[in-house]
C-alpha cells in the first residue's frame, strides 16, 4: 500500500463511481440482474459503445464482471469489488462508535459520582 493505506486500494473504485452514468450502470445491474450491452443501452439513455466503455472501466477496477454467452457479454456486478471501499468507509464507523463508547464510559463515570 502507498501513503494512504485504505485509502489507496478504495481510490480506484471511487474514481469509477465518480461518474454518474457507471454508478447508473451499476445499480441497473444490482436491481434488474446479469445483462448484454444491449439490454443495458435500452434500460440507461447511453449509446452501446459508451455502456461498452463504462463497463470496461468498472471491470477494470472490479466492481463487474463477464462471461460470455455466443457473441455478447453478459454483465453482473461483483460485490467483492466494493470490498476496498467498505474497509475505508468502515473505519470512519470505527471511529465514531470508538468515540461514542468513550462518550458513555465519561457520562456513566459521571452518573456514579
Known amino acids: 500500500m502507498g501513503t494512504y493505506g485504505v485509502l489507496d486500494a478504495a481510490s ?3 474514481d469509477a463511481l465518480g461518474d ?3 454508478r447508473v450502470i451499476l445499480e441497473t445491474l444490482r436491481r434488474g440482474g446479469p445483462s448484454s450491452v444491449g439490454a ?3 434500460r440507461v439513455p447511453v449509446s ?9 472501466v468498472l471491470g477494470r477496477v472490479g466492481l463487474v464482471e463477464h462471461e460470455a454467452r455466443g457473441t455478447r457479454n453478459i454483465y453482473r456486478v461483483d ?4 470490498e476496498a471501499v467498505r474497509r475505508w468507509l468502515d473505519q470512519f464507523w470505527d471511529e465514531a462508535l470508538g468515540a461514542f463508547a468513550e462518550h458513555v464510559r465519561r457520562t456513566e463515570g459521571e452518573g456514579k459520582s
Open 40 to 42: 443495458l443501452a435500452g
Open 12 to 14: 480506484p473504485v471511487l
Open 79 to 82: 460485490p467483492a469489488g466494493l
Open 48 to 56: 452501446r459503445p459508451a455502456i461498452s466503455q463504462h463497463l470496461k
Open 20 to 22: 454518474p452514468t457507471r
